[in-house]
């Protein structure tokens, strides 16, 4: 079994900044991609960023040049620098890995969610 568990959501005004974390632990015998999703109130979750294993990026064009998605391969730590929040920004923030175990195929891991607000 593997869990994500994340941290550094929270209320911030327009135009602050937050960093969320997300460490996975258990049976874990590679990562492939780490990333973000996030679901704000009525909507369809949405990829933020994303990263490989070999630290290739992908962003959705609402973040591009604001937020920055990396990771630490050593810690099975993945962590988006969010700057220059707007208030559009404001969402259940999901982390997400693609994780092989060692008796298991890849499978796809979600954290619990962590809150963010964007709001003055």
């Known amino acids: 079994q593997v869990q994500l568990v994340e941290s550094g959501g929270g209320l911030v005004q327009p135009g602050g900044s937050l960093r969320l974390s997300c460490a996975a632990s258990g049976s874990i015998f590679s990562i492939n991609a780490m990333g973000w999703y996030r679901q704000a109130p009525g909507k369809q979750r949405e990829l933020v960023a994303a990263i490989t294993s070999g630290v290739s990026t992908n962003y959705a064009d609402s973040v591009k040049g604001r937020f920055t998605i990396s990771r630490d391969n050593a810690k099975n730590t993945v962590s988006l620098q969010m700057n220059s929040l707007k208030p559009e920004d404001t969402a259940v923030y999901y982390c997400?890995?693609?994780?092989?175990?060692?008796?298991?195929?890849?499978?796809?891991?979600w954290g619990q969610g962590t809150q963010v607000t964007v709001s003055s």
């Open positions: 997400n890995a693609r994780v092989r175990g060692y008796y298991t195929r890849e499978n796809d891991y």
